[in-house]
């Protein structure tokens, strides 16, 4: 079993930054691909980013490329999300998810149910 958590949430302006963070324990996730998700009030949980095992290759959903960047340290057994440059639209609770033993590209990034261990989210709130 592997447990996630995340946390750097919380009340930014429009146009800060913030890092999230998830932080897995229970096993090492270095063989995992991650991905960061987020559910706005109303709407479906959709893929934010997403990282491979080895960290060398990166899904971005169109609205977030060249504002977000994903990252992994396995040594730390984490996964980062650093968010610049929010827009109010980036409102959502932000989910990290972990996918065991499989290989996601494509379209294979975005699917809910490619991924195994899931944290309990982190609010992220961008004011106008």
């Known amino acids: 079993q592997v447990q996630l958590v995340e946390s750097g949430g919380g009340l930014v302006q429009a146009g800060g930054s913030l890092r999230l963070s998830c932080a897995a324990s229970g096993r090492s996730i270095r063989m995992y691909g991650m991905g960061w998700f987020r559910q706005a009030p109303g709407k479906e949980r959709e893929i934010v980013a997403g990282i491979s095992y080895s960290g060398d290759m990166t899904y971005y959903i169109d609205n977030v490329k060249g504002r977000f960047i994903i990252s992994r340290d396995n040594a730390k057994n984490t996964v980062y999300l650093q968010m610049n440059s929010l827009v109010p639209e980036d409102t959502a609770v932000y989910y990290c998810?972990?996918?065991?033993?499989?290989?996601?590209?494509?379209?294979?990034?975005?699917?809910?149910?490619?991924?195994?261990?899931w944290g309990q989210g982190a609010q992220v709130t961008v004011s106008s």
């Open positions: 998810a972990a996918a065991v033993g499989r290989a996601l590209y494509g379209s294979r990034w975005s699917r809910v149910d490619e991924y195994d261990y």
